[in-house]
């Protein structure tokens, strides 16, 4: 079930609840939707992202499973219990986990969130990813990772938009990619070292823009996510 059509997810990254809800208060639900990772659930834990879905926000949980397939698939399924509209588990965790996972979900029907996979996080770098004994380009490991959770059935990934191209090309318009690493075109990278703007990104095929700072760093909350909103109204019209 979702409440909201944008493409924009404000990803939160909060020490203290009352921070949190004073930005989340001056958000609107028809606008965006809202990332809570592993940090604020470790904080404020499941009544927190209860009390947002209450708000009616959509929200990815995004705690990317990651474990042998029955532990993940009763995570999922917790996950789901709570309301949410998107989780997500690591692909790197093998096609019998994600099926695990995406068989969790057939519970809970029209009801039940997005289930999307992680591919190499944008914060990770060729060298990187060559340390981990990957010794293939990270494109490549991006598309093989990608092609493994489609084929167990899963929603889509969690990509770089650099990526989102040809993924899009390769496994369908169905797929969904979920692209964080985005800033606005005068922001600074912070810790992502594969970054676009909101525009760039959907113009190569992403389909949810994950914005942490830019939004929830900004004076104006609301009227940033306006700013965002009228710089990719062209594309969503299309």
């Not at 970054?195 to 994950?210: E, K, R, W």
Request: glycine letters at 6%.
């Amino acid at each position: 079930m979702s409440n909201s059509s944008s493409p924009i997810v404000v990803a939160l990254d909060f020490e203290k609840k009352q921070e949190a809800l004073r930005l989340i208060e001056q958000l609107d639900p028809k606008l965006c939707r809202l990332k809570i990772g592993k940090e604020m659930f470790t904080h404020f834990g499941p009544d927190f992202v209860r009390q947002l879905v209450s708000k009616d926000f959509d929200v990815f949980l995004d705690l990317k499973f990651h474990d042998i397939p029955n532990t993940v698939a009763k995570a999922c399924k917790a996950a789901a219990d709570l309301g949410v509209w998107m989780i997500n588990v690591h692909a790197s965790g093998g096609e019998k986990m994600m099926t695990y996972a995406r068989d969790a979900m057939q519970d809970f029907g029209a009801d039940a969130p997005l289930l999307i996979a992680v591919t190499v996080l944008t914060s990770m770098s060729q060298d990187e990813l060559n340390q981990l004994g990957v010794s293939g380009r990270l494109d490549e490991q991006v598309k093989r990772l990608a092609s493994l959770a489609q084929q167990a059935g899963l929603d889509g990934v969690v990509c770089s938009a650099h990526e989102a191209k040809t993924l899009k090309a390769d496994l369908g318009q169905a797929f969904q990619l979920v692209t964080p690493g985005i800033r606005l075109a005068n922001a600074q990278q912070d810790d992502q070292t594969r970054i676009m703007t909101p525009h760039q990104a959907l113009s190569n095929g992403s389909d949810y823009l994950v914005i942490g700072r830019p939004i929830t760093q900004s004076s104006q909350p609301l009227q940033t996510l306006y700013e965002i909103t009228d710089s990719i109204a062209e594309l969503l019209n299309h």
